[in-house]
């Protein structure tokens, strides 16, 4: 069935140092894949999103990379900030036509000053 | 920016009471979706629906029912809550199928059954 594994479930590193989440997915069909960060207290936020025909996109200091061969998509945090600490999900959209997204387990990030 | 409500951050209610979480979006988006959030388990679909009046189960729909008279609402409904419904509740709404568009949160409801 689909299904999405994220790793790993808590990450800690310095301040200013990189930080990357890793997951995998199921389904080769998926096409949609969105980077979520819940900060204490509210609901999942969208940070990033890729595509199925993208490779790798930026937006400041955080990155997400595709690999469709090997099933799985990461997401870089560089230069990384107290406020960047948080609960980051990953999630992948299996079927064209349907908006249901499953999500990854969560990773708590902390970052240490 | 859109906003997505949910009518209340804590609730506490007790075994075999009927429950109703509701869930208001203002972007007039289609799509709408019950998530309860567990630790370790991630986020897990209970329901969702595409349009007014429609709705479709997700992966642990047992328990729960749902219910969209109006576009912007979404209700979720425990008809005999039980003490392992206890968790943490997410509304998230979306536009149509319009190729692949970001849901978007609420802030969730905590909910205890006792």
């Known amino acids: 069935g689909e299904n999405v594994e994220q790793h790993p479930s808590t990450l800690s590193v310095q301040e200013g140092d990189s930080a990357v989440i890793k997951c995998t997915y199921s389904?080769?069909?998926?096409?949609?894949f969105p980077w979520y960060k819940q900060e204490l207290g509210k609901g999942p936020q969208l940070i990033i999103d890729?595509?199925?025909?993208?490779g790798e996109k930026k937006d400041q200091r955080i990155a997400v990379t595709l690999n469709k061969t090997a099933k799985h998509f990461s997401l870089h945090i560089t230069e990384t900030q107290p406020e960047d600490s948080a609960v980051y999900f990953c999630?992948?959209?299996?079927?064209?036509?349907?908006?249901?997204?499953?999500f990854g387990t969560g990773t708590r990030l902390t970052i240490i000053p | 920016d859109v906003k997505v409500t949910q009518s209340s951050r804590y609730l506490v209610k007790r075994t075999g009471e009927k429950v109703f979480l509701e869930c208001v979006q203002d972007?007039?988006?289609?799509?709408m979706f019950w998530y309860r959030q567990d630790p370790g388990l991630g986020l897990r679909l209970i329901y969702f629906?595409?349009?007014?009046?429609?709705?479709e189960k997700g992966d642990i729909p047992e328990g729960y029912s749902v219910s969209r008279e109006k576009k912007e609402r979404f209700s979720l409904i425990l008809e005999s809550a039980s003490t392992n419904q206890t968790s943490m509740y997410l509304c998230?709404?979306?536009?149509?199928?319009?190729?692949?568009?970001?849901?978007?949160f609420g802030d969730g409801t905590r909910l205890s059954i006792l």
């Open positions: 890729i595509r199925s025909n993208v």
């Open positions: 389904d080769s069909a998926s096409n949609y």
């Open positions: 998230a709404s979306s536009p149509g199928t319009r190729g692949n568009q970001p849901q978007h």
């Open positions: 972007m007039d988006h289609e799509n």
């Open positions: 999630a992948a959209r299996f079927t064209i036509g349907n908006e249901k997204l499953t």
């Open positions: 629906s595409y349009d007014v009046k429609m709705k």
